[in-house]
């Protein structure tokens, strides 16, 4: 008897990279933006929002807001005047959001979520649910893209070695190839980082910028592993739990 074909498994580090990527059929896609859309959409779900609308478009964004809903939207790191929340994974951990709808509209992970639905199944992974997602997606069949939302459709450091940490458990079940370099890239940069994430992460061009908007104090918790189970996946237009 032969063993099954494997499924293939490509990260894509920038959303404008998109059309050239080899899955295009049976796919789940990850959203990762780690810095800090999907680790805040997470934290939001496992503190039982009941679902999150993620809106690349600030002018939908404010619509949502006039019609009552709740708001979380940044642009570069900082909250807009409108909204109800920014973007850090603490604003959603104090009740606040429980049993209710949230809209979500981040500089780059909203619009890499946009992109994403176009191509397969999207869910979102962040390094607090990492464990979760891997066997959740162990459990599909399907081809995995996982799309680093990068910083402005370039590369990004916070996402790559993530996205490295996700390939390794993912080729640990011998049911996926990596099938493109840039998944090579992002295992070979996740095994230089992950002996001390904090001082590689010091490198990336967004924890400055978070730094210098004072509101880097998610930023040990961006990195905790595994601190939930739960897996967003989008549902008719919205993320609720897989």
Request: one cysteine or more; charged letters at 20%; glycine letters at 8%.
């Amino acid at each position: 008897m032969t063993n099954p074909k494997p499924l293939a498994l490509e990260v894509c580090f920038s959303p404008q990279l998109i059309p050239f990527t080899g899955i295009k059929t049976n796919v789940a896609v990850v959203v990762v933006d780690i810095l800090r859309a999907t680790t805040s959409i997470i934290s939001a779900v496992a503190n039982g929002v009941e679902s999150v609308i993620a809106v690349s478009d600030l002018e939908e964004a404010k619509e949502y807001k006039i019609k009552g809903y709740l708001v979380a939207a940044e642009r570069d790191g900082s909250i807009l005047e409108f909204a109800d929340f920014g973007n850090s994974a603490f604003e959603f951990q104090n009740g606040k959001i429980a049993g209710k709808p949230l809209v979500f509209s981040t500089t780059n992970g909203t619009v890499a979520v946009e992109v994403g639905q176009k191509l397969g199944e999207v869910v979102l992974g962040g390094f607090s649910n990492l464990s979760a997602l891997a066997q959740w997606l162990a459990c599909k069949d399907k081809n995995v893209l996982v799309l680093c939302s990068g910083w402005k459709n370039t590369f990004c450091l916070e996402d790559a070695i993530f996205s490295g940490a996700l390939v390794e458990q993912l080729l640990s079940t011998e049911l996926f190839t990596i099938t493109c370099d840039s998944a090579f890239a992002s295992l070979d940069l996740w095994k230089v980082a992950k002996t001390d994430v904090m001082a590689y992460i010091e490198k990336a061009a967004h924890r400055e910028r978070l730094r210098q908007l004072g509101v880097d104090d998610v930023l040990g918790f961006s990195f905790q592993q595994d601190t939930t189970t739960v897996v967003p996946v989008l549902k008719e237009g919205r993320f609720v739990r897989a």
